[in-house]
């Protein structure tokens, strides 16, 4: 069955804007254009597939060890008391990981999102492909 390509699969096909922070053969990484809070993230896997229960295992796993290194990174750059994840989906049909740095529980509720400019994206971008590189060697 043919799959209409996603924003993300635009995104790596340079179809349209875009800030990767991190990508390798298996997913990448993005600022998202509308953070809960700075330094808001969404871990994607390459391989277009709408619901994260499908992903063959080792592209899970992999993802979510992409993940655990990005809320590592996330937590000291932004000196947060925690970072949570989250699988929506109900946006774009192409599984993203959400990864928040969060410093109350209010900071976890969609509705506190706001549109950010590119600019502020590939600031972000910036600063946590940085850490990456420093902290996880992912470059």
């Known amino acids: 069955m ?15 804007p875009r800030e990767i922070i991190y990508q390798d053969d ?67 049909p192409h599984v993203h990981i959400h990864v928040i740095p969060f410093y109350t529980i209010e900071d976890m509720n969609s509705t506190s999102a706001k549109t950010v400019e590119f600019t502020q994206l590939k600031a972000v971008a910036n600063a946590i492909r940085d850490a990456l590189q420093i902290q996880e060697g992912l470059s």
């Open 26 to 92: 298996v997913c990448f990484i993005i600022p998202t254009i509308a953070p809960h809070t700075e330094g808001h993230c969404m871990v994607i896997p390459i391989k277009q597939v709408e619901d994260w229960e499908d992903l063959d295992v080792p592209t899970y796993q992999h993802c979510m060890m992409i993940v655990q290194k990005l809320g590592r990174t996330v937590k000291k750059l932004y000196d947060c008391p925690k970072v949570g994840v989250e699988i929506v989906g109900f946006e774009v």
């Open 2 to 16: 043919f799959m209409k390509d996603s924003v993300f699969t635009k995104m790596l096909k340079s179809e349209i």
